[in-house]
């Protein structure tokens, strides 16, 4: 059985004062860890007071991004043995975001995954396709090429607590989700590869979730669907009552 995984993704929003302000929000409201596990991605500025407050809590924690080395001259990079240390508990790598802003490669996105489980933190990974390579037919081979991309060289025991996203570009901050269907047969097709790359049992152990305009209204259809674990949501995650009904989407 997988546990279903309901994440939040900041993006650059929130000051460690609004951060605090969310958790003293959330207190007391999450369901048990071992029920729907939430986890919030927070700013590298935030994950102090995130941490801080989610000790004890169900509440787990992600970086949003990290290096791929541990220490050195790599001046505004984020160590992820820092982020280790300090009770982190996931970290998301290879968002569209960081794919087109920053320019990372899936040959980086693959170095961090190493070193973020090299440190005993666990990878979201996130993958998918844009609007034009949906219209060309394309996402199923695109997103099966980004994550064969990012697991390269990592056991099968490493890709089991492992976790991938899939974020169709199209349906980030838009407003426009895939529908169910279309999140279902894209992250069935992630499974099958896996599965193809390793063996049916690390296949069926990894989590993949949907991201793209997930709210407290739709997600209820997307956890119904066989293969999706959970839900990457920006948007909707900044609000602690949003939430809070996202996380409680089985209620
Ligand atoms: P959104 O963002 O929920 O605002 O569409 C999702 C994401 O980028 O992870």
């Not at 958790?23 to 986890?39: F, I, M, R, Y």
């Not at 787990?60 to 990290?66: D, F, G, H, L, V």
């Not at 980086?108 to 060309?136: F, M, T, V, Y």
């Not at 426009?176 to 049992?201: S, W």
Request: glycine share 10%; aromatic share 6%.
């Amino acid at each position: 059985m997988r546990t279903p995984i309901m994440a939040g993704n900041w993006k650059m929003n929130k000051n460690p004062k609004e951060t605090q302000a969310f958790l003293d929000g959330v207190k007391g409201k999450l369901p048990e860890a071992s029920k729907v596990e939430t986890v919030i991605a927070a700013p590298a500025i935030d994950l102090t007071t995130l941490v801080a407050g989610a000790t004890g809590t169900p509440l787990k924690t992600a970086a949003e991004n990290s290096y791929f080395e541990n220490e050195g001259a790599f001046t505004g990079e984020t160590s992820p043995k820092a982020l280790s240390e300090m009770g982190v508990d996931y970290v998301v790598i290879g968002h569209s975001e960081r794919r087109g802003y920053f320019h990372e490669t899936d040959e980086d996105i693959n170095k961090k995954a190493k070193a973020i489980l090299a440190n005993g933190l666990l990878p979201i990974i996130c993958c998918g396709e844009s609007l034009e390579q949906r219209e060309a037919g394309q996402t199923n081979d695109w997103v099966a090429y980004q994550v064969a991309g990012a697991l390269v060289g990592l056991s099968a025991d490493d890709v089991k607590k492992s976790v991938v996203a899939y974020e169709p570009i199209w349906a980030i901050g838009t407003g426009k989700t895939a529908t169910a269907d279309q999140a279902q047969e894209v992250v069935a097709h992630i499974r099958a590869t896996i599965k193809k790359l390793y063996d049916a049992e690390t296949g069926d152990a990894i989590r993949i979730l949907y991201g793209g305009s997930v709210k407290p209204a739709n997600v209820k259809e997307l956890m119904a669907k066989e293969d999706i674990d959970g839900g990457l949501v920006g948007g909707a995650s900044m609000d602690p009552d949003s939430f809070v009904a996202l996380a409680n989407y089985q209620d």
